[in-house]
C-alpha cells in the first residue's frame, strides 16, 4: 500500500504552501516513486523531495543544485579513492595489512587494490 495523504502531509510539515490539487498530485508521484525505489529509503526520500521542489521552485535552479551537488559527491568520491589508494599501498607495503583485508575494510574489490598495487 502506498503513501497516506495524511502521511504526505506529515512529511510536508505546515508550511509547505501547496494547494490541494498539488498534494493529490504529490501523492500520487509518492506512490509512484515508493513503487520504483526498490525499497531504498534515501532514495525514495531524495525524489520524493525533488518532486516537491519542483512544484515550488524553478526548474532550472533544482536540476542546477542537483547537478552541483552530484559533481561534489564525484570530487569527494575521487579524493576518498586517492586516498584510499595511498593508503593501500603504505599499509599493505609495510606489513600492516593484506591485499584482502584492505579491500574488505575500504569496500572494495581485491582487483582494485591490486591495481593499485601496480599488480
Known amino acids: 500500500m502506498g503513501m497516506q495523504r495524511y502521511e504526505l ?3 510536508l510539515g505546515d508550511d509547505h504552501s501547496l ?18 525505489s526498490g525499497g531504498d529509503q534515501a532514495e525514495a526520500r ?4 525533488t518532486a516537491y521542489r519542483l512544484m515550488r ?3 532550472d535552479a533544482v536540476v542546477a543544485d542537483l547537478a552541483q551537488r552530484r ?10 579513492l586517492a586516498g584510499l589508494q595511498q593508503a593501500a599501498v603504505i599499509l ?11 579491500a ?9 587494490v591490486r591495481k593499485w598495487l601496480g599488480k
Open 92 to 102: 599493505i607495503e609495510r606489513g600492516d595489512a593484506t591485499e584482502s583485508g584492505f
Open 46 to 49: 531524495e525524489r520524493l523531495t
Open 71 to 80: 559533481s561534489a559527491a564525484r570530487a569527494a568520491e575521487l579524493d576518498a
Open 104 to 112: 574488505r575494510q575500504a569496500g572494495v574489490d581485491r582487483m582494485t
Open 9 to 11: 502531509e506529515a512529511w
Open 57 to 59: 521552485e524553478c526548474p
Open 19 to 36: 494547494t490541494d490539487d498539488q498534494v493529490d498530485e504529490l501523492l500520487v508521484q509518492a506512490d509512484d516513486i515508493n513503487t520504483h
